[in-house]
T-cell receptor
Framework: AQSVTQPDIHITVSEGASLELRCNYS??????LFWYVQSPGQGLQLLLK??????LVQGIKGFEAEFKRSQSSFNLRKPSVHWSDAAEYFCAVGEPDSSYKLIFGSGTRLLVRP | GAVVSQHPSRVICKSGTSVKIECRSLDFQATTMFWYRQFPKQSLMLMAT?????????EQGVEKDKFLINHASLTLSTLTVTSAHPEDSSFYIC????????????FGSGTQLSVL
């Protein structure tokens, strides 16, 4: 069965500092991979996704993620964090032959220090 | 771009009442929609898959009689929480893929249900 692990429950960074949020998945083949952001009481916004091809994916708001097959990872990065980036971030996987169901990680809450 | 509209955004109800949540695809047809539940400070858990014209498919552990799903048309799916209890208080989110597939999966803005 598929699973997604986000090992960091909370991460605190200073505004302007770089950010990396970790995501590891378990799946027999290469799944579809997603990062979503959720502000308090809000729905989900897609930051970026990976299906195939270039393993470094660029997303919105200056985010990028790199798919590493050997490590079963899809870590999210941003070179310079803004205070408005404070939110909950979810990594998710979907099966390529999918019924479009996504399995979500437990989430990482990002706090930004002024 | 395609949008999924979810209503209401927030509902407070008394224990024992039923609450209906609507999920609409605004500019595309969705033969399938998904319902997720998110407890405070937890991740989203898939509850069920709503299928237009057929019965919903529920994930293990989700009570079919408790969470009634009706996919009335190609643009509307409803989730009814029947005889709601405080433990049903949660954030419910729907999602819908247009026919293009999972790469175009869109989420509603969610419904915060509070059962008193």
């Amino acid at each position: 069965a598929q699973s997604v692990t986000q090992p960091d429950i909370h991460i605190t960074v200073s505004e302007g500092a770089s950010l990396e949020l970790r995501c590891n998945y378990s799946y027999g083949a290469t799944p579809y991979l997603f990062w979503y952001v959720q502000s308090p009481g809000q729905g989900l916004q897609l930051l970026l996704k990976y299906f195939s091809g270039d393993t470094l994916v660029q997303g919105i708001k200056g985010f990028e993620a790199e798919f590493k097959r050997s490590q079963s990872s899809f870590n999210l990065r941003k070179p310079s964090v803004h205070w408005s980036d404070a939110a909950e971030y979810f990594c998710a996987v979907g099966e390529p032959d999918s019924s479009y169901k996504l399995i979500f990680g437990s989430g990482t809450r990002l706090l930004v220090r002024p | 771009g395609a949008v999924v509209s979810q209503h209401p955004s927030r509902v407070i109800c008394k224990s024992g009442t039923s609450v209906k949540i609507e999920c609409r695809s605004l500019d595309f047809q969705a033969t399938t929609m998904f319902w997720y539940r998110q407890f405070p400070k937890q991740s989203l858990m898939l509850m069920a898959t709503s299928n237009e014209g057929s019965k919903a498919t529920y994930e293990q552990g989700v009570e079919k009689d408790k969470f009634l799903i009706n996919h009335a048309s190609l643009t509307l799916s409803t989730l009814t929480v029947t005889s709601a209890h405080p433990e049903d208080s949660s954030f419910y989110i729907c999602s819908a893929p247009p026919e293009a597939g999972v790469e175009k999966l869109f989420f509603g803005s969610g419904t915060q249900l509070s059962v008193l």
